[in-house]
Each structure stands twice: as C-alpha cells, then as structure tokens.
C-alpha cells in the first residue's frame, strides 16, 4: 500500500515530460497519438489541397466533437460517476480520464487552427471575415482553448491522481465533481456564443 501510494504521488509530481508519457500509457499509446494525428491530418490535407471546403467541413467537425464532450463529460459522465461506489467510480476514471484528455485536446486544437485559418485570409484560405466580430469569436475560441487546458483538464487530471491512491478521498472526487459541473455550465455558455457569432456568418448577418 505505501508503495502505492508512494507512486502515485510520484507520478501526480513529476515533470511536465513524464506526467504526459505516464498519460499516453495510460490512454494506450495509439489512442493518446490518434487522437491528435486523425483530425491534423484533416487540417493538413485541406491546407495542401488549399480547400477551403474541406477546411470549413474540419473546423465544424472537430468544434462538434469538442462541444459536444465538453458538455456530456460534466453534464452526464461526472453525475454517473457519482453514482457509482468508490471502487467503480475509481476505475473508472482511471480508464476513461487519460483518454478524454488526449481526444478532446486534439480535437480542440484542430478546432482553433482550422477556425484561424478560416479567419485570416493572409493565409491563402480565409473566407475574409474582417472586423470585430471575426476577431471576438477567434479570440474566444482560443481563450476556450486554454481555459480547457488550464482548468477543466486540470480538474479531471487531479481526480485522476487521486484515484491513483489506494485509498482515494471520496471527499474530494466529491469536490472535483461539482467545480466540474461549474466549469461545464461557463464552457457552455461561451461555446453558444462562439455558435451565435459563427452562425451569423455563415448567415451574412
């Protein structure tokens, strides 16, 4: 048990380098690489092909997938692991956190660097947004970018190590889970007013 114990805290205090190798093993290797590689290479191959169709078809795509999981994780993924018993619960997130970082970060990625090429025409595939409003919505998307990073992730990676101690603090799992269901109701709300912006767009409104 103390052996246990002393690698978790080991792993929840190492370097930046070894916590995301620690990660990827934990996500499979594939997956965590996958999950990054797929819709790059979406991003890629339009910016080769200069399509500004296939572009667009990335950024609404991978913004989806981002949006989407963003808002199920806390709104219906958090309250069943609340539900579970301590063990389940832990087990779960041991199998499940590692993966949703790498996906959603790759996804989210691609959503802002597909977003800012489409919304820089000196890039050769800008659709030519100019003004505030084209630069409000990228600049929102990138602060969700990083706020998904700096938080949200941050959040689901401490309940994480705590489930990587033989005796987890239900207590604070607990905690974690409700500052999620916070921070999933601000993304929320940002997300639909990067949606309304976007939509007025493609509308010419």
């Known amino acids: 048990m103390a052996v246990a114990d002393e690698g978790s805290r080991h792993v929840a205090e190492s370097g930046f380098v070894e916590r995301v190798r ?46 989407g999981f963003a808002l199920i994780f806390p709104a219906i993924i958090g309250p069943t692991l609340g539900g579970l018993d301590e063990e389940a619960s832990a087990a779960v997130n041991r199998t499940l956190i590692p993966k949703a970082v790498f996906f959603l970060v790759g996804f989210s990625l691609t959503t802002v660097l597909s977003g800012t090429v489409l919304l820089t025409p000196d890039l050769g595939l800008g659709y030519g947004f100019g003004g505030t409003w084209s630069g409000l919505a990228l600049g929102l998307g990138w602060g969700l970018f990083a706020f998904g990073l700096a938080v949200p992730h941050r959040l689901q990676l401490s309940a994480y190590y705590e489930t990587l101690s033989p005796d987890p603090d239900a207590s604070r799992l607990e905690s974690i889970e409700k500052k999620n269901l916070v921070v999933g109701l601000f993304e929320a709300a940002v997300m639909l007013a990067l949606i309304v912006l976007m939509t007025g767009f493609r509308l010419g409104v």
């Open 22 to 67: 620690h990660l990827a093993d934990a996500a499979n290797p594939a997956f965590a690489a996958g999950s990054f590689l797929v819709p790059l290479a979406f991003l890629a191959a339009s910016l080769a092909l200069a399509s500004t169709e296939l572009l667009f078809y990335t950024h609404v795509a991978a913004g989806a997938v981002w949006f």
